[in-house]
């Protein structure tokens, strides 16, 4: 049933002729659709939840979602998003256009929302004359002295301090700036796009890529402990404490045994500015295209977007 869809407009009948659709296409000013595109055997095998769905009139919802995209695009820079509602109530009816389209956003193709995204933060962006540094010495947060080691212990060292951590030295440096200045403009060329320069004392690196993406690699594993039972009950006086392992993980049961979750025992005034710049470190690597890689499970990322949680979540 098209109206399961939500697109109720394409099941009118006024859309209903090969002619009608031949004029939605022509406006959307897109290749059409034809049967060499989409063929009942195609939707069989690869998309078996339309299958039963009449081609013609999923040609229709899928023009109109075009156009709909087409218009959207050109009337998003005038439409005020900082008055969105996102807890709207089931069945009604958003009084705001960028309440409405937050309750759409289903509809939106990633185009859209990527130009949209890269526009945001071009015009956000900050002229500097180079780019603030952070300093690290990997070496010694990493190895312990011979002359420190007890008989037996490793030469490698756990961290069990939050200060020995490399994501820890990072937020003493960076809360001494001015944020603003790691909204960096991309570069031209094939000059790499930093919002701040990373140095390891002691270690023989060229170019200033390499560092950057080394340093999120390296606070990734600081910031999600092992899924053991023991990192469940990490405090702030073992590791960093921000994430520890999802309930499933320490039990062994359920979905989501691989995901990290807050840790709910981590609520102190310094505890909260680390999580802020967790935050902040998100938002450097969506500009500069680098990766962060935590295993978050989907009732972390709803809450940030604004979507409604389910008992499944």
Request: hydrophobic share 35%.
């Amino acid at each position: 049933d098209p109206k399961s869809l939500r697109w109720p407009i394409a099941s009118s009948e006024k859309f209903h002729s090969e002619e009608d659709l031949k004029k939605i296409l022509e406006t959307t000013q897109e290749i059409p659709l034809s049967v060499n595109h989409l063929d009942e055997k195609t939707l069989e095998v690869q998309y078996p939840i339309f299958h039963q769905m009449d081609l013609r009139r999923l040609r229709f919802n899928f023009a109109l979602l075009k156009l709909f995209n087409r218009n959207l695009g050109l009337a998003l820079p005038y439409i005020n998003a900082s008055n969105c509602s996102t807890s709207i109530p089931k069945n009604s009816i958003p009084l705001t256009i960028s309440s409405f389209l937050s309750a759409a956003r289903g509809l939106c193709m990633n185009n859209i929302k990527y130009e949209l995204q890269q526009n945001v933060m071009n015009k956000s962006a900050v002229e500097r004359e180079r780019p603030p540094k952070l300093s690290f010495e990997r070496l010694k947060l990493a190895y312990r002295p011979k002359s420190e080691r007890k008989e037996g212990e490793p030469e490698v060292k756990d961290i069990k301090k939050k200060t020995e951590s490399m994501f820890y030295r990072a937020y003493e440096q960076v809360k001494e700036l001015d944020v603003a200045l790691l909204r960096a403009p991309k570069p031209n060329g094939s000059d790499p796009f930093l919002a701040f320069e990373v140095g390891f004392r002691g270690e023989h690196v060229v170019g200033e890529g390499g560092p950057y993406r080394q340093f999120f690699a390296d606070i990734s594993i600081e910031l999600q402990p092992s899924r053991s039972a023991d990192a469940y009950m990490e405090t702030e006086e073992s590791g960093l404490g921000m994430l520890c392992p999802s309930p499933n993980a320490k039990s062994g049961l359920g979905e989501g045994k691989d995901k990290y979750v807050i840790n709910p025992s981590s609520k102190s005034t310094n505890d909260l500015a680390l999580y802020e710049f967790l935050g902040l470190l998100m938002g450097t690597c969506m500009r500069t295209g680098v990766h962060l890689t935590l295993d978050l499970p989907a009732i972390f990322w709803k809450q940030i977007v604004g979507e409604k949680l389910t008992i499944e979540d």
